[in-house]
């Protein structure tokens, strides 16, 4: 009598030990292998069975967020997001996200059923906390509400501050563009006063580092400037001014994922007024 032992892994999951006696001498590797397939097909068929269930999150506020679900059972399978008990029809797949997490998702909760043809399985909840985030903060010649002459230079800033910058630690955040200098992650958006984007054409007034290390109560800062041959060309009215730091697609292990865009500065640029000539008095004749 002779025996054989095969293990069979079904798609990368847990091992399947295959034994078999017979009182043969030849026999095993043809009939182990297709006892082995039809031992891996057993194990992926049937209702759902969750693997890993959606787990708890604490992000920053902008932060983007990513629940996963891993499960097995016969193909295929559908996944029912819900939040807060409602069904969501965001995302039908293993995966739930949402882009910029913001401070009013704070204690949402989430939980995915999972379907196929026998049954359907429901996860616990995985709890959605959110915690205020980095601020962007823009100003023009140092003023939230600036008034601008046109052919006068216009000198911007813009400012990344921790969320933690009044504590005495504070852990690192990473911050990188897709490309070049992290300086890349930032937009800067002009709108006139119909709504409608309009190209001012700022300039950098400095280098940047590839990453930025954001800690503390060092903020990271920009300036931007406009000289007074290029305010002269812009078109006098009122406009709105937002800087948005968009790090979504960074693939940087380790850094910020996430859009906070800042408060908008209102500008009003108008015609510099017209230079007062000193009067001559007239002379008064008797």
Known sequence: MMSFTKDIECDGKTPARLSTRKRSRFLPTTFLALAGSFICAIAASGPPTLIVAPADRTVLEGERVVFEVQADGAEPLFYQWQRDGSPSFESITSSYTLPAAELEDDSAVFSVTVINAFGEITSSNAVLRVRPGLEVTASINQ??????????????????????????????????????????????????????????????????????????????????????????????????????????????????????TSVPVNISLTDEPPTLTEAIPRTLVD
């Open 143 to 260: 003023s939230l509400e600036p008034e601008v002459f046109r052919g006068w230079p216009m000198l911007m800033e813009v400012s990344l501050v921790h969320p933690d910058a009044l504590l005495g630690t504070t852990s690192p955040i990473v911050t990188a563009a897709t490309n070049g200098p992290w300086s890349n992650a930032i937009n800067l958006d002009v709108q006139d006063s119909q709504e409608v984007s309009v190209n001012w054409p700022f300039q950098l007034t400095q280098p940047t580092n590839d990453v930025l290390a954001l800690v503390g109560d060092s903020p990271g800062v920009l300036l931007f400037w406009l000289g007074p041959n290029q305010t002269t060309q812009l078109a006098a009215g009122d406009y709105d001014l937002t800087a948005t730091l968009n790090t979504t697609n960074v693939t940087l292990p380790g850094a910020w994922h996430g859009v906070v």
